[in-house]
């Protein structure tokens, strides 16, 4: 069983809340649009496993770091994660074929910086948009979310929320 956090958008933006509601997890999920490469690596002073994808706002050392797109197993849950993907019923092109190929049983997203989590029955695989939890972009609560994975087993999914995003 792990406990997992997942965010988005960060867009170099640090809070320490990070820190504290991510401390009870296992692994940090980063959906892409991190801006700097300090963001990762405050991440991986709370938890034992930070995994990435870039955004596209990312470059530099950031877009040397991380890969568009990741497929990988936690328990027994294969998840494909990348930055810039839709929801379902509104996937970007390419992507459903993504999920298909990967077998994911769940897929993670940021880059429109709302809040979603779905289940899409025609793919069996459950959908996650952490939102945004940075300072940058047109979102109005800043969020982001934490689940445990038991086997390929998801539960105990809770949306935290950080506060109005303020100009």
């Known amino acids: 069983m792990k406990r997992i956090g997942i965010l988005s958008d960060t867009h170099s933006c640090w809070d320490e809340r990070f820190a504290r509601h991510f401390a009870d997890c296992d692994e940090v999920w980063h959906a ?3 801006g700097c490469i300090d963001v990762i690596r405050r991440l991986e002073e709370v938890v034992p496993v930070v995994r990435a994808v870039k955004g596209n706002i990312d470059s530099g050392v950031v877009a040397r770091a991380f890969r568009e797109a990741e497929v990988f197993k936690v328990e ?6 990348t930055h810039i993907g839709g ?3 509104r996937y970007n092109p390419g992507i459903m074929r993504m999920i298909l190929d990967a077998g994911a049983g769940l897929f993670v997203c940021g880059h429109s910086h709302i809040l979603k989590v779905m289940f899409d029955r025609e793919l069996n695989t ?4 952490p939102g945004a939890a940075g300072h940058h972009g047109w979102h ?3 969020t982001l979310i934490k689940l445990t994975v038991d086997g390929a087993d998801m ?3 809770e ?3 950080l506060g109005k995003f303020k100009v």
């Open 32 to 34: 892409g649009d991190i």
């Open 76 to 81: 027994d849950l294969t998840v494909l994660m």
């Open 87 to 89: 929801y379902p019923g």
């Open 126 to 129: 459950l959908h996650i948009n």
């Open 140 to 142: 109005k609560e800043r």
């Open 155 to 157: 539960r105990d999914l």
């Open 159 to 161: 949306v935290i929320e």
